[in-house]
């Protein structure tokens, strides 16, 4: 081979490194990190991790904190994602007719996606706060009892999930917009034509049609929920008694509160297992039944 | 909700502005509270708009916490990882679209692969590599850990995808290098998805919170999220200067909705060019 023939070949290395070295390093050595991890037991302090195989998985999978924190994870998914996209979608649906001005709203509606969560969760905090904040101003008002919106084990969880949905609707909506505006209108004529009424046209024609948009949104918001920390962080700290610890919390609790980082790091792995059969889950579902244009 | 559509127009705009209202109102309580003293504040019913408005609490909390180093870090830390992240994911979308070579698939694999791992339950491990590399408490190690991201690369891979390949090949028969030919001839081109990626990199990690605050014990190192809400939590603010943390929280906000109110068409396009990357 000669020299140039070697340096073009190595071109193409040189240039996938920039990203390579640095997704090598901080994501893909990690997680074969957290593997090993967890099959051993460690306290962050000593020198010496000690192997114990399963055991750190026998222990998680026999302890009741992990299947209260797995149901407060399926609640807190599904009490995130199915408003998020549903409220999306009807509102885009609204919107979707012309409507002057409709800008303005679209942008007030989107603004909360894209400021700090922390910053917005302290907001949100006050609001909640039980004597005198305005959430309670306003139940007070309408003649119903006060609510412990972060004390109270029964709400704290629909504490957060609330201003988890405020943060994203109008994101998951503007996707919507979008899809919506992708649906020829010629299909919708045909179907005029044919006499559908509007929730047959809505339901065979629209709905398949922005099918791609509404799985995007369902993995994304999926993903999002299981790794949601901010705002538990801010307004719960997983509390009070466990109502709002998800897995996701528990794992950080476990590794950078009581340093036990084998089992911490089971968890991380039982997280990383959802997710990616989630993926490969919604993957299959796509090739099935997403209509691509 | 079809009765709303059919009865049109004026209907649905009181819909909207309520609901546009009620979306906003926690920015306009965020900003009212802020301008309350703590008597007024713990009154109830509450004040719509506060009897005489304290201006000054703004400048007292930016006083009480360093709040301009904050920002600073933030700025700084979110504009470094926005340029790093266009050189190294042009370059790695480049090879991946319009070059050959063997190790392609098994790239484009891994990538894919690192698409499925949530980034915050690698976390602890992540943490461990920080502290073997020695960049725990240092700009390189907030910098440097966030560099790629792989939404990034399926962004620009998306981009060029769709610019033809005579165009890039026209540029190898007049002898330009690959170099040039990504960033004189590819990226110019696609600057729309460079502008979506800098905009949404830069507001992802000016609002980092929990990897920044993990990696970072130095208080001199904090970015503004953790620093706003070590604020709230220890200088004595919990719950009892609730107008002074308000204040903190509008100066934290603010610059972002700037930027989107600035930026609203470019960051409303990056929707559909996420749609559309989500395809590829």
Redesign the interface.
């Known amino acids: 081979m000669t020299r140039s023939k070697v340096i073009s070949g190595l071109k193409p290395i040189l240039f996938t490194l920039p990203a390579m070295v640095p997704f090598v390093l901080f994501w893909l050595a990690p997680l074969l990190y957290v593997l090993y991890l967890s099959f051993t037991e460690w306290d962050f302090m000593s020198p010496e991790k000690t192997f114990v195989g399963l055991q750190n998985y026998a222990d998680l999978f026999s302890n009741p904190a992990f299947y209260k924190a797995l149901r407060v994870t399926v609640l807190f998914c599904a009490g995130s994602v199915l408003p998020i996209i549903l409220l999306g979608l009807g509102l885009a649906l609204l919107m979707n007719r012309k409507l002057k001005g409709s800008a303005l709203y679209q942008v007030l509606l989107f603004s909360p996606w894209v400021t700090p969560t922390v910053a917005v969760s302290i907001v949100w905090s006050w609001i909640y706060e039980p004597e005198v904040g305005l959430a309670n101003t306003v139940l007070d008002v309408l003649g119903l009892e006060k609510i412990g919106w972060l004390q109270d084990p029964e709400w704290a969880l629909v504490g957060v999930l609330l201003v988890t949905i405020w943060k994203s609707v109008g994101w998951a909506m503007i996707f919507y917009l979008v899809a919506l505006r992708n649906v020829p209108s010629d299909l919708l004529e045909a179907g005029d034509l044919d006499g559908a009424s509007a929730g047959q046209k809505f339901f065979r024609i629209t709905l398949p049609l922005i099918s791609p948009t509404t799985l995007f949104l369902f993995v994304v918001q999926l993903i999002q929920a299981l790794q949601a920390y901010d705002q538990i962080n801010v307004l719960t700290q997983g509390g009070p008694s466990g109502s709002t610890r998800t897995l996701l919390y528990l794992y950080y609790q476990s590794a950078f509160e009581s340093f036990q980082i084998g089992e911490a790091s089971s968890v991380a792995v039982v997280l990383v297992t959802i997710c990616m059969l989630l993926s490969v889950f919604s993957f299959g579902v796509s090739r099935r039944t997403t209509h691509y244009q | 909700?079809?009765i709303?559509?059919r009865l049109g127009?004026p209907v649905?705009?009181l819909?909207?502005?309520a609901?546009?209202?009620l979306?906003?109102f926690?920015?306009y309580?965020?900003v009212t509270?802020a301008l309350k003293t703590n008597d007024e504040?713990?009154?109830?019913?509450?004040t719509l708009w506060p009897e005489v408005p304290l201006w000054g609490n703004f400048a007292a909390a930016w006083n009480e916490a360093p709040f301009a180093r904050y920002m600073g870090n933030s700025i700084f830390v979110a504009a470094s990882i926005v340029i790093?992240q266009i050189?190294?994911?042009g370059?790695?979308a480049?090879?991946?679209t319009h070059?050959?070579?063997r190790?392609?698939g098994l790239?484009a694999g891994?990538?894919l692969f690192?698409?499925?791992?949530?980034?915050?339950?690698?976390?602890?491990?992540?943490y461990?590599?920080?502290s073997e590399?020695h960049l725990l408490n240092s700009y390189a190690g907030l910098i440097?850990?966030n560099?790629?991201s792989?939404f990034a690369?399926f962004l620009i891979r998306q981009a060029f995808l769709q610019v033809s390949h005579e165009l890039v090949e026209a540029g190898e028969v007049d002898g330009a290098s690959?170099m040039r030919i990504l960033w004189t001839v590819l990226v110019p081109v696609t600057r729309s998805s460079f502008a979506v990626l800098a905009l949404i990199t830069f507001?992802d990690q000016?609002?980092n919170?929990?990897w920044p605050m993990?990696i970072t014990k130095n208080p001199d190192l904090q970015l503004?999220?953790?620093g706003?809400?070590s604020f709230?939590v220890e200088g004595g603010a919990y719950g009892l200067q609730?107008p002074l943390?308000?204040a903190a929280?509008a100066f934290?906000?603010a610059p972002?909705?700037l930027?989107?109110?600035l930026a609203?068409k470019t960051?409303?396009q990056s929707?559909?060019m996420t749609?559309g990357s989500?395809?590829g």
Request: glycine share 4%; with cysteine.
């Open positions: 909700m079809r709303l559509t127009g649905r705009h819909f909207f502005a609901l546009a209202l979306m906003a926690p920015f309580w965020m509270s504040i713990w009154r109830s019913p509450p790093l050189i190294n994911s370059m790695m480049y090879a991946l070059m050959k070579f190790l392609k790239f891994v990538i690192g698409y499925m791992v949530p980034a915050t339950a690698v976390y602890l491990p992540g461990l590599v920080l590399l440097l850990s560099c790629v792989i690369i690959h507001i000016y609002n919170y929990f993990l503004v999220s953790a706003l809400r709230f609730w943390i308000m929280s934290t906000i972002l909705l930027v989107f109110l609203q960051i409303m929707v559909n749609a989500s395809k």
